[in-house]
């Protein structure tokens, strides 16, 4: 089973700011090493909201998650439960698996960058962008495919970004979804989605649908 989670406004949602959901004390001393109050508030309202979800959907009593800083977090006696999250802003996009690995990444639509296609995209994904209606959009929509693809992989900067080619298959729809289909992407499954100015891109080892929650409240 699979949950794609978006919440917008996040660190002012009830859940994200219910003090009675306590944080562990390897993420507490996670939070601590934040750089800023504003950070540490995203943390910790992103943890209170992703515990609520794993109680909601995954029926886990009490869950914790264990990891510290520069430690792949982990949900104590559920370890087969994967989750990925991202920030854009005021988003929050959570994505949860419990047959395999998950990846989430999210962004607001920002203006294509040359240099980051010509040193990170592949020749297709550069056509795409470029023979796109709307290339900012298009750049947004593949760095976001590419970004959820390591998350979900877990090899970070040792994958090949150039190499990587996460080009859509599909004609755009015009709902939250953008695609009626997953795409297959090296052997993952991938799906997008737009909500307001944002791109969320998700990619799973499972190949079935993203359930797709926008609001929790």
Request: charged share 30%; proline share 3%.
């Amino acid at each position: 089973m699979k949950r794609l989670i978006v919440v917008t406004d996040f660190t002012k949602n009830k859940i994200g700011n219910d003090s009675s959901i306590l944080l562990s004390k390897d993420r507490q001393k996670r939070a601590q090493k934040l750089k800023s109050e504003e950070e540490i508030h995203k943390f910790v309202s992103a943890e209170r909201i992703t515990m609520a979800s794993l109680q909601k959907f995954f029926s886990v009593e009490k869950p914790q998650i264990l990891g510290g800083a520069g430690e792949k977090p982990v949900i104590q006696n559920r370890q087969d439960i994967s989750f990925s999250r991202s920030y854009a802003s005021h988003l929050l996009a959570l994505a949860m698996e419990d047959k395999g690995a998950i990846g989430v990444d999210a962004e607001v639509i920002k203006e294509a960058d040359p240099w980051v296609m010509k040193y990170f995209f592949t020749d297709q994904e550069k056509e795409y962008v470029e023979h796109s209606v709307n290339p900012d959009f298009a750049f947004s929509l593949i760095w976001t495919r590419k970004e959820s693809v390591i998350k979900c992989t877990g090899k970070g900067l040792h994958y090949r970004f150039h190499l990587l080619d996460t080009s859509p298959t599909q004609e755009l729809l015009r709902g939250q979804k953008l695609f009626a289909h997953n795409d297959c992407v090296n052997g993952y499954a991938m799906n997008s989605y737009r909500i307001e100015d944002t791109v969320v891109s998700v990619c799973s080892e499972i190949d079935d649908e993203f359930p797709l929650l926008v609001q929790m409240r």
